[in-house]
């Protein structure tokens, strides 16, 4: 049986349904009838719990649950009871993500802590953590230096092969990632989209790629049909099915369009716009900026819906833009502005652990190290967009 839910929609009905069901310990669950102690070796078994999950498929710790025992008095494995545990469970927690955060290399994203009330002894505290897409992890704790996974059993140490093949495949993931963006970008250069764009025109791309998505037959768990996300500077008007997935555009009076927005079965997303920069004369620093963080905000709330979680790679590129320069209304720019000198910006991806509910201006703040790198590419030392608090305040 196991958890299934997501953490905020386990209640203490699913953690009684685990003792009545006897179910048992697996590689995605494992039963804590007390909190790690103080004591150095507590601290690395912890440790070494966490890192299994992380290297492994991911699951729940589950603190405050007892197992039932053998005729020597061992555990077996088998939930008995959920009595809870005693103590400030706040101040736990804490504690536990400073072990974490302090004892494991490199540090693992998106772990999440929940306390379910309702035990004898206080409440059950839950911790999920998420399959890694940065393994393997270490455990460094007093300069262990050990690799652990999971299997049906419980956790084991990684011998040398295994620890081989764990780098292998974390070299392989990231290959995986560059190799969408490199193809994605080729195929936009050379003309290959699944819905023709206008030519002679600069173009913003902006792919947002679940990690996720690039694990093989990934899939988005929702209908096709209900897919349809907005373009960057406007709504679109027609969408269809192709074999990526579903394409929204801009349906014009041609066979050829402005901009779109590729959806594909694994949750990946691409936004393609060419009418901003469709004038050989420069980027309208707030337009972009405004119209890209906004795309942003919308497309993580499409990403949540269809059940897709972190970690998130944010990458925006700019197309054909030799010669552009930066245009804001201020008319002390004009003697200011400076060309860009080369012809395509593949800017640094951006990580998010998690996929966080943002504002447009939220969402800003996020792509600013995005932003920045245009600007450099323009001349300037940052994007003027934001003050030197990191506000927001751009005037049109």
């Known amino acids: 049986m196991g958890l299934t839910k997501p953490i905020d929609a386990i209640d203490l009905g699913d953690i009684r349904a685990l003792i009545e069901a006897g179910t048992s310990e697996d590689r995605s669950l494992d039963y804590k009838e007390q909190l790690p102690g103080g004591t150095d070796e507590e601290r690395r078994e912890f440790l070494a719990d966490v890192s299994s999950f992380a290297n492994a498929v991911g699951g729940y710790l589950l603190f405050g649950v007892t197992e039932h025992r053998d005729a020597a008095n061992r555990p077996t494995g088998v939930a008995s009871a959920a009595p809870g545990v005693g103590g400030n469970v706040e101040a736990e927690t804490l504690r536990l993500e400073s072990m974490i955060r302090d004892g494991i290399a490199p540090r693992v994203s998106g772990i999440r802590f929940r306390s379910i009330p309702g035990g004898d002894q206080g409440p059950i505290l839950l911790c999920w953590v998420p399959k890694s897409w940065q393994a393997p992890h270490m455990v460094t704790f007093r300069n262990l230096s050990r690799f652990y996974s999971r299997g049906a059993t419980g956790k084991y140490q990684l011998d040398v092969p295994q620890l081989r093949e764990a780098f292998v495949a974390s070299e392989t993931l990231q290959d995986r990632i560059r190799g969408f963006r490199q193809e994605r970008l080729a195929k936009i250069l050379g003309d290959d989209t699944p819905i023709a764009l206008r030519r002679g025109t600069g173009r913003i791309v902006l792919h947002l790629l679940p990690v996720a998505a690039m694990e093989p037959n990934a899939a988005i768990p929702a209908s096709l049909a209900d897919i349809r996300p907005d373009l960057f500077f406007g709504r679109l008007n027609s969408h ?13 009076q041609d066979d050829a369009t402005w901009r779109y927005v590729q959806v594909f079965r694994g949750g990946a997303i691409e936004g393609v716009d060419g009418f901003l920069l469709r004038e050989p004369v420069g980027i309208p620093t707030t337009t972009f900026e405004e119209g890209v963080s906004g795309a942003l905000n919308r497309y993580l709330e499409h990403l949540r ?50 996929l966080p509910v943002l504002n447009w201006i939220e969402s800003a703040r996020v792509l600013r190290p995005a932003f920045d790198v245009v600007w450099q590419s323009g001349g300037w030392p940052r994007s003027l967009s934001f003050d030197e608090a990191g506000e927001w305040n751009a005037r049109r």
């Not at 269809?240 to 014009?252: I, W």
């Not at 395509?344 to 990580?351: D, R, Y």
């Open 240 to 252: 269809r099915y192709n074999f990526d997935g579903v394409v929204g555009f801009a349906a014009g």
């Open 305 to 354: 819906a269809w059940g897709l979680s972190g970690p998130l790679l944010i990458m925006l590129s700019l197309l054909n833009v030799r010669g552009l320069c930066l245009i804001r209304d201020l008319p002390e720019w004009a003697d200011e502005a400076v060309p860009i000198d080369r012809d395509h910006l593949v800017i640094p991806e951006i990580w998010l652990d998690e």
